[in-house]
């Protein structure tokens, strides 16, 4: 059996320093989005200096970026959960991936980035465990999207790719919160969002 790696009182501070700030990250980049939220909020958020949060993150670019490699961490262990269902077929699964996505979203636990900022999109495609996790996500829902079509549960004539884009942007659909808005509950919005996405709005 291997000895345990021990932590030290300062590792463990800065650990806990680090999470703090990512919690931060997450809450204002979900409330106000990447291009509203600055580096001074966040380090009074979190009641450090603005030079000690650099010491975590070298900008703001970096920050969005750790804030959405914790979520698709997340995201990833509800695959694993879901892959771990053997009684479930791939179309449940997907179904249940895109509810959880809206119920983050609903939660104000969804970090809103800009479609367009080139700083951002390189910051998130230099580091590697957004990256690493981005495609481990993928692949794992591209595997149960081609199954679904092969089980005839989803259609074959969109391309899997396309199904796949379609499910990522439920997690930034303003839909969501325009119907919270207008006070309608969290699981009848979410019902709602699911119906039009895997059934269409065809008469049935």
Same mark, same amino acid.
């Given at each position: 059996?291997?000895?345990m790696v021990? $932590?030290?009182?300062?590792?463990? %501070?800065?650990? +806990?320093? /680090? ?6 990250? &997450?809450?204002? =980049? ?67 991936? $895109?509810?959880?996505?809206?119920? %983050?979203?609903? +939660?104000? /636990? ?6 367009? &900022?080139?700083? =951002? ?13 981005l495609m ?48 309608h509950p ?19």
């Open positions: 059996m291997s000895a021990k $932590v030290s009182f300062k590792q463990q %501070v800065l650990i +806990a320093r /680090e999470g703090a700030i990512v919690d931060s990250v &997450n809450r204002l =980049l979900a409330e106000k989005g990447f291009d509203l939220m600055t580096v001074d909020e966040v380090a009074a958020d979190v009641g450090i200096a603005k030079a000690s949060l650099y010491k975590h993150f070298a900008s703001k670019e970096a920050l969005a970026a750790a804030a959405m490699t914790r979520l698709l961490r997340r995201a990833s262990e509800r695959l694993a959960e879901l892959a771990a269902s053997s009684d479930s077929t791939a179309l449940q699964r997907l179904k249940a991936v $895109v509810r959880w996505t809206m119920e %983050v979203q609903l +939660a104000g /636990e969804m970090p809103s980035l800009p479609a367009q &900022n080139s700083s =951002l999109r390189q910051a998130l495609v230099n580091d590697p465990d957004y990256m690493g996790l481990a996500v993928s692949d794992q829902l591209g595997e149960w999207i081609v199954q679904a079509q092969e089980a005839g549960q989803l259609t074959s004539a969109v391309p899997p790719e396309v199904i796949l884009y379609t499910f990522f942007a439920r997690a930034c659909d303003p839909v969501l919160g325009v119907l919270r808005t207008g006070g969290t699981e009848q919005i979410i019902e709602w969002v699911l119906s039009t996405c895997f059934d269409g709005l065809l008469a049935r």
